[in-house]
């Protein structure tokens, strides 16, 4: 690598995906995905994709409508996709979809997707100013 190479300016990420697989402890009575566990696993996703493009200590500030299509079971894999949609002064808006997935087959299928809105942090852990150049 040449030392104009080590200059170049890094892209910044705008995605984070994230793999679980739902273990009987992740379950409600009915076998099928806690909504909390859900919400867990989606928050997670929202923070590293808001950490990763702001490079700054990032927390929720907010979680919008999140919408529940299908259950999820015991056994299968979700993946989570959490892509920064917009930035405004301290905070970013990061919609996360998650992903049903057989093991077996790989039949996939949405099961639920939500927004959160996350805010970042200087080391006095007040809001703090977030570049704004999301990529086209």
Not at 90 to 101: G, H
Request: aromatic residues 6%; contains cysteine; glycine residues 6%.
């Amino acid at each position: 690598m040449t030392d104009d190479a080590a200059m170049l300016p890094i892209a910044r990420p705008t995605e984070a995906r994230v793999l679980e697989i739902v273990f009987p402890d992740h379950t409600n009575h009915l076998g099928t995905l806690f909504g909390g566990q859900a919400l867990a696993w989606m928050d997670k996703a929202a923070f590293l994709a808001a950490s990763r493009y702001s490079r700054k200590v990032v927390v929720t500030a907010r979680s919008e409508q999140v919408d529940f299509h299908v259950p999820v079971r015991k056994g299968q894999m979700v993946e989570l996709v959490a892509t920064v949609v917009s930035v405004g002064r301290t905070s970013m808006k990061v919609d996360v979809a998650m992903f049903t997935e057989e093991l077996l087959t790989g039949a996939r299928e949405l099961c639920t997707r939500g927004t959160f809105t996350m805010i970042a942090l200087d080391n006095d852990l007040k809001p703090t100013p977030v570049d704004s150049s999301l990529p086209s």
